[in-house]
Each structure stands twice: as C-alpha cells, then as structure tokens.
C-alpha cells in the first residue's frame, strides 16, 4: 500500500520546492515532453508531489520531487572533471 506523507513532511516539501526554478529528469519516458523546459513549482500537494508550472497560467503538471532538478543545481559531467580538485 502506498504511504502518502504526512502534513509535517509536506511542509517540509513545501519549504524546500515552492517558488523554484526546476527542470525535469528527461531520464523518465513520461517527463520527455518537458526537455528544456524551465517550470516553476508553485506548491507541493497533499499526495507530496509538486505543481509546477511550466507556462504562465497554463500546463501545470503534478510531479514526483525525485524527478525534479532545481536549475543552478544542475550537474554538467564536463565542468565536473574540468573544476580543480583541492
């Protein structure tokens, strides 16, 4: 039976998603028709998945955090191995 998360855990959520800049993981076959797309997460939902935005007052989809990529957070694998190792 799936757990949904409690109201403490939304808030957490919450805090952590709402009014972010995101992108989603393209990895997901479901998530492909937003490549390149910035989308803004408006609230999380009761069920602890996050309502962005990704056009301004139309296309809001309900996606699971773990897809979900904060943009500036991005991991570029080139820049990682160019960066110096301390």
């Given amino acids: 039976m799936k757990r949904y998360p409690d109201p403490a855990e939304i808030e957490q959520l919450k805090q952590q998603w709402t009014n972010k800049q995101v992108k989603v993981d393209t990895s997901r076959p479901e998530l492909r028709r937003f490549a390149g797309l910035v989308g803004t997460v408006?609230?999380?939902n009761m069920n602890g998945k996050c309502l962005v935005n990704?056009?301004?007052g139309w296309?809001?989809?309900d996606i699971d955090p773990a897809y979900l990529i904060p943009v500036g957070e991005e991991t570029d694998p080139e820049s990682a191995q160019a960066s110096p190792s301390g």
């Fill in 42 to 44: 408006i609230t999380v």
């Fill in 54 to 56: 990704f056009q301004e």
């Fill in 59 to 61: 296309g809001r989809y």
